[in-house]
């Protein structure tokens, strides 16, 4: 008894991994920039005794400058071809303008910066593994079961991300379920390289077919076989998260069950309301019409509100479904009606030009959802 | 013994998982301490600040959630809380939101919020009956047959209710209130297009031809340019046999299209919206 009460101990310590584990390390991640918008911003930032050093998505060192003393609120620290301005500092984490960067970081008249426009750094923990190949080797060894972060709101779809790396690329699968239903396999293709700062092991991953769109840095504090133990940068206040292999019960997919879908822009996503309005050319007749043909019936009645952003190539992806009776309460339609919508819904093609025509709200891609009204079995009406 | 051995598992599990606290930035103050006037302000902080961010945005939900928290009865707080949600598509936490300003609104004898949420039932969420039912309770609480329910006459959006339930007599009957009721507010009624424009489709649909043409005509008088209003006016000239007449106005109601000449709203797609396959059926 008591040997398995110390094996459950281990077990325990094991599982409930804490940043505590690890040493602290003299690297500040850079997360995200503009408050409001969570545009990427990989660049990483190292404070030595008498030195800043500034690093690219890359791993490279790209400046450095002197450092005459601990920096704090207020500071303004020169390197070559960046004038970092900190407008709060703590230990913790740093909020930053490159004053030499007007395109990110913008002046405005009378105004000058805006304090929701800076750069969030955090601090790190160092690695525990940082041997370049080795994790590699192991990331290629099999498939990962990631957190799906690329979430649009959602209550019904049980939605997993399987990521496969292979030397130059990992290939990022999304599999939508519903009441058991595989509905809708997404596939995003990233290339990627594992990068060390001071310790710090980082996984970089690119759009493979676009230069100016930003991903998140991924910190990689341990790896083994069994487990990846990762923070990810792409979000407020980021913590760590275990990774494990992907093992989910039902068939892997092949690349040719899947939807290819990734934004263009994968900061800000417009609103199907901003602009000239992005919703379907035809209006909303049509697609009631066209749903609706050979739709099997609806148990009941209320609303099936689909989800999905819309890319600047007019694709579709990162599903999100929440439905609701006529009280606007929570409920669930039969999963055959469900996935015709859905089937449906995917076919769609006219849609307006996803791009911003603002210089502040720079997106590619709009998020938008469709609500369709069931009564007695059958949509009988469409919003917005 | 399972009840020990439970207690040593909870105890080891929280020793294994236990982390080190956040750091405060912000000192904790407490509510009771403060007088109505602070509180008032720091609500208004946190509004202040919410509305700095972008609507649709993390940053602006959990502001107004702070502003709510301090100033919980602040209608018109939570009033925009619930825009936040609806312009996201987030509609069960919407209606949520919304369903409760109007509780607390209606305790303080106010339809404020129950006029926006008129406005929502019928445009968002198509419940014609929902529309109906909360414009009449504002009519009747305020006592007037004329109230406007976020920027049009309640009435308008009653009389596009019942048009919309096929209870046509209902709404030409709810749309000539509006606009007699207007007339003695000495407004030229000759301006309101939208409602000559469902009166003249509520009459159209319920076969009353020659009421029909009267109001798309007044429409087309304030405004040549408006399609829906040219289309309509086809297609009852084409139930009436006059086909030559009919194809001129669709030919001119697609050309109007194609200059995105049309009804616009922002959020939502209004009533009998025209687009172009429904004007390539009838050529």
């Known amino acids: ?384 | 013994m399972p009840i020990r051995f439970l207690t040593f598992i909870l105890f080891i599990t929280l020793i294994a998982c236990n982390k080190p606290a956040e750091i405060s930035e912000v000192p904790e103050r407490d509510f009771a301490e403060m007088s109505q006037a602070e509180i008032d302000s720091l609500g208004d902080w946190y509004n202040n600040v919410s509305n700095y961010f972008l609507q649709v945005s993390e940053n602006h939900r959990r502001y107004k959630d702070s502003a709510l928290i301090v100033a919980p009865d602040n209608i018109e707080y939570r009033q925009v809380y619930s825009y936040f949600y609806k312009k996201a598509g987030e509609h069960l936490k919407a209606m949520k939101i919304l369903n409760e300003a109007v509780r607390r609104d209606s305790l303080n004898g106010s339809v404020e919020a129950m006029k926006y949420r008129a406005w929502s039932l019928l445009y968002y969420y198509r419940d014609y009956k929902g529309a109906i039912r909360d414009i009449n309770n504002i009519e009747k609480l305020t006592g007037f047959r004329y109230n406007t329910c976020w920027g049009e006459p309640c009435g308008f959006q009653k009389g596009q209710a019942y048009y919309q339930l096929e209870d046509y007599e209902k709404a030409t009957e709810t749309l000539l209130i509006v606009n007699e009721e207007e007339a003695k507010l000495g407004f030229d009624t000759k301006d309101n297009f939208y409602i000559h424009f469902y009166l003249a489709r509520a009459y159209h649909k319920n076969g009353d031809f020659e009421k029909a043409m009267k109001h798309y005509n007044i429409v087309l008088n304030f405004d040549d340019e408006f399609s829906e209003a040219i289309f309509y006016k086809g297609l009852l000239l084409k139930e009436k046999g006059q086909k030559a007449a009919a194809k001129l106005l669709f030919e001119k109601a697609r050309q109007l299209l194609k200059e995105d000449k049309k009804m616009d709203e922002p959020y939502i797609e209004r009533f009998d919206e025209l687009f172009e396959w429904m004007v390539e059926r009838e050529l």
């Not at chain 1, 500071?75 to 407008?87: G, K, L, P, R």
């Not at chain 1, 992806?317 to 996935?339: T, Y």
């Open chain 1, 1 to 384: 008894m008591k040997k398995s009460i110390y094996i459950l101990f281990l077990f325990l310590c094991a599982a409930c991994q804490s940043d505590v584990d690890y040493l602290d390390s003299d690297v500040f991640v850079g997360s995200y920039r503009v408050y409001d918008q969570r545009i990427a911003f990989p660049f990483s930032l190292v404070f030595t005794e008498d030195e800043i050093l500034l690093y690219n998505q890359d791993g490279m060192e790209i400046d450095q400058g002197p450092l005459l003393s601990p920096i704090k609120n207020m500071d303004t620290v020169s390197m070559s071809n960046h004038e970092y301005f900190f407008s709060y500092v703590n230990p913790e984490r740093l909020f930053a303008f490159d004053l030499m960067d007007s395109l990110r970081f913008k002046k405005f008249e009378n105004r000058g910066l805006s304090a929701k426009d800076a750069a969030v750094f955090y601090k790190t923990q160092l690695s525990k593994n940082n041997d370049k190949s080795a994790v590699k080797n192991i990331l290629k060894s099999q498939s990962w079961h990631f957190p799906n972060v690329e979430t649009n709101p959602n209550d019904d779809l049980v939605i997993d991300q399987e990521w496969r790396f292979l030397e130059q690329e990992v290939l990022v699968y999304t599999y939508y379920h519903y009441e058991n239903q595989m509905l809708h396999i997404g596939l995003k293709k990233l290339a990627y390289q594992i990068i060390d700062i001071n310790g710090v092991t980082l996984l970089s991953v690119r759009n493979k077919d676009k230069v100016r769109n930003p991903l998140p840095l991924i910190q990689l504090m341990d790896v083994d076989k069994n487990k990846l133990v990762i923070k990810y940068f792409g979000v407020r206040n980021p913590t760590t998260q275990i990774i494990k292999p992907f093992t989910l019960p039902y068939k892997k997919a092949s690349r040719n069950d899947a939807f290819a879908f990734s934004n263009c822009f994968d900061g800000y996503q417009g609103e199907y309301y901003y602009g000239d309005d992005v919703t379907y050319f035809q209006g909303n007749q049509y697609i009631v019409d066209q749903i609706s043909a050979d739709a099997p019936p609806a148990d009941g009645n209320g609303y099936l509100i689909l989800h999905f952003n819309i890319n600047c190539k007019k694709e579709l992806g990162r599903f999100g479904l929440l439905q609701m009776n006529q009280s606007f309460k929570a409920r669930k339609f039969n999963a055959d009606f469900v996935a015709h919508v859905f089937k449906e819904v995917r076919k769609i093609k006219e849609w307006p030009s996803t791009l911003s025509t603002e210089d502040f709200l720079p997106y590619k891609d709009v998020h938008a959802f469709l609500m369709f009204k069931i009564e007695d079995g059958k949509i009988t009406d469409l919003c917005p």
